[in-house]
């Protein structure tokens, strides 16, 4: 599994590369990842092969079963405590 904490967020364009990232470097086959995840097999074949994209709570369920967690970037910290 990919370890996040050791990437640099600008590694990544958006989020859809560090789960592309990470399921690369699991280890783990994508019907386990879709048996495991919920995720079904279909969704994650056709986003591997960059076909389409995830819905919002697939994208969350494949982070929850990678590991994978999100932080705010100190800008958009400093951004929201203004409004």
């Given at each position: 599994?990919?370890?996040?904490?050791?990437?640099?967020?600008?590694?990544?364009?958006?989020?859809?590369?560090?789960?592309?990232a990470?399921?690369?470097?699991?280890?783990?086959?994508?019907?386990?990842?879709?048996?495991?995840?919920?995720?079904?097999?279909?969704?994650l074949?056709?986003?591997?092969?960059?076909?389409?994209?995830?819905?919002?709570?697939?994208?969350?369920?494949?982070?929850?079963?990678?590991?994978?967690?999100m932080?705010?970037?100190?800008?958009?910290?400093?951004?929201?405590?203004?409004?």
């Open positions: 599994m990919i370890n996040i904490t050791d990437v640099k967020p600008q590694e990544f364009k958006c989020f859809s590369d560090a789960l592309l990470a399921l690369a470097t699991s280890g783990e086959s994508l019907y386990r990842v879709s048996q495991d995840s919920g995720v079904q097999y279909a969704s074949h056709r986003f591997v092969k960059g076909s389409t994209s995830l819905h919002l709570d697939v994208a969350d369920k494949l982070a929850k079963h990678l590991g994978i967690t932080r705010l970037s100190a800008h958009f910290e400093k951004e929201s405590s203004h409004g």
